[in-house]
């Protein structure tokens, strides 16, 4: 499928006309054979959750593509914003409906380009339906003429100005001078489902998009230490919770007291194994809230040596506590690349929020860097490890939040 176009057309003669349907391509490149039907029903389906309320009247999959006939009242503002976060769309247009007819298409699309200046353009066209009696570069040379002749502008096929994409289905094609990019990916929830340890901080948000990116469906595990410390994390949680619903429509998120269960472990731990100690209850119980959501993985948003409890022997020995498979999608990325993605999916402004979490209660100046399963486990004995974990999912509180 062909890159979205940043159309540079110098103005627009005409207000713009509200568009009648919206068309949306998803990357074929991840489609094969057997999981196609399945991507495709999934996306259809998140589509449709994720457009409620905004006029669409029917949604239709075509040859290829996702067709949504829209209503004369649909909210094209929020039509967009929707769109661009539903996964495993890699772009999509607003555009308009005309039969398939060539007499029919020229004209609806010359009267469309003559809405708009522009001083070189292209006709692209898709021929889905092959019987059309006109090969794609015949139907572009010829609306390209017409427009040619009424526009003034130049044709240009490598640079041009202006695209004017024009899809040919059977009995019916579609036109648009507006193709947006989508998030690019797979459908939410085709994965399978991940429970994300999500703190208040930049990077575990940005790894819970990232695994939604990759068809997972997230559950969220906050751990906070209320009342020990003022609700800020727990409320940023939520927000972080709410910018990610709109990927997925509805989220699970669980908010774990721990400052209990760190008071206890200053008691009997060393200073220096805290974080580490910390670490692994937080695998124990997010595993816990794991079985009970049917979720088969753990994910952080931990990255190689980002701090003290985020060296590989540290993540080797936090790990060992765990028995499902734990993911760490930003495990190579370093901090700059981490904050401009959460800045451009909208979680950085909620994370930089200061705030003190749980990890900074109780937390030592110099956490050891280099531990072992063998010397931490000898620090754990001098506590009730099933205990406190009972403790932290039992003391779980669930909010789901929906979108829209
Ligand atoms: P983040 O920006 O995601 O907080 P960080 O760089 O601050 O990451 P750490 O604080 O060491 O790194 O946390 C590493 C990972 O552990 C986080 O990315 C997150 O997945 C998990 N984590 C840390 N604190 C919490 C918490 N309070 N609740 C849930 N998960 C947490
Ligand atoms: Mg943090």
């Known amino acids: 499928m062909s890159a979205p176009d940043n159309n540079r057309a110098e103005e627009t003669v005409d207000s713009p006309s509200t568009p009648t349907v919206a068309v949306v391509h998803y990357g074929e490149l991840a489609l094969k054979g057997k999981n196609r039907p399945a991507f495709i029903s999934r996306l259809v389906r998140n589509i449709k959750t994720a457009l409620a309320g905004c006029g669409v009247r029917r949604i239709r999959n075509l040859t290829g593509r996702i067709v949504l006939d829209l209503g004369p009242g649909a909210d094209r503002a929020a039509l967009e914003k929707r769109l661009r976060r539903v996964m495993g769309i890699s772009n999509y247009s607003l555009g308009f409906k005309v039969p398939a007819e060539i007499g029919r298409m020229e004209e609806a699309v010359a009267q469309e380009a003559a809405r708009h200046v522009f001083r070189s353009f292209r006709v692209a066209t898709k021929r889905a339906d092959k019987t059309f009696p006109l090969t794609s570069p015949e139907v572009n040379q010829r609306i390209g003429a017409t427009i040619k ?210 990890c900074t209660l109780f937390t030592p100046k110099h956490p050891a860097t280099r531990t072992t399963v063998r010397e931490i486990e000898a620090a754990e004995a001098a506590l009730d490890v099933p205990a406190l974990v009972r403790q932290g999912a039992e003391g779980a509180e669930e909010a789901v939040i929906e979108f829209p």
């Open 149 to 358: 002749a009424r526009t003034g502008a130049a044709v240009d096929l490598s640079n041009a100005a202006f695209t004017i994409h024009l899809e040919i289905l059977p009995g019916e094609a579609f036109y648009s001078v507006e193709r947006l990019p989508g998030a690019g990916g797979l459908p939410a929830g085709i994965s399978g489902r991940v429970a994300v340890l999500l703190s208040g901080g930049i990077d575990s948000p940005v790894a819970a998009y990232r695994m939604m990116k990759r068809g997972c469906e997230v559950v969220l595990v906050h751990f906070h230490a209320y009342p020990i410390l003022p609700k800020t994390s727990q409320r940023k949680a939520r927000e972080l919770a709410e910018v990610l619903t709109r990927s997925q429509g509805r989220t699970r998120l669980f908010l774990v007291p721990f400052g209990d269960i760190q008071s206890t472990v200053v008691t009997a731990v060393p200073g220096p194994l805290r974080v580490v100690v910390y670490r692994r209850l937080m695998f124990r119980i997010a595993e816990e809230i794991a079985r009970k959501t049917r979720a088969t993985a753990l994910v952080t948003g931990e990255s190689l040596g980002q701090v003290a409890s985020q060296t590989l022997s540290n993540l080797a020995t936090i790990e060992a506590a765990a028995t499902l498979p734990i993911l760490r999608p930003l495990i190579g990325m370093d901090k700059q690349e981490i904050s401009d993605e959460a800045a451009r999916i909208g979680t950085f402004d909620i994370s930089i929020v200061p705030d003190q979490d749980c």
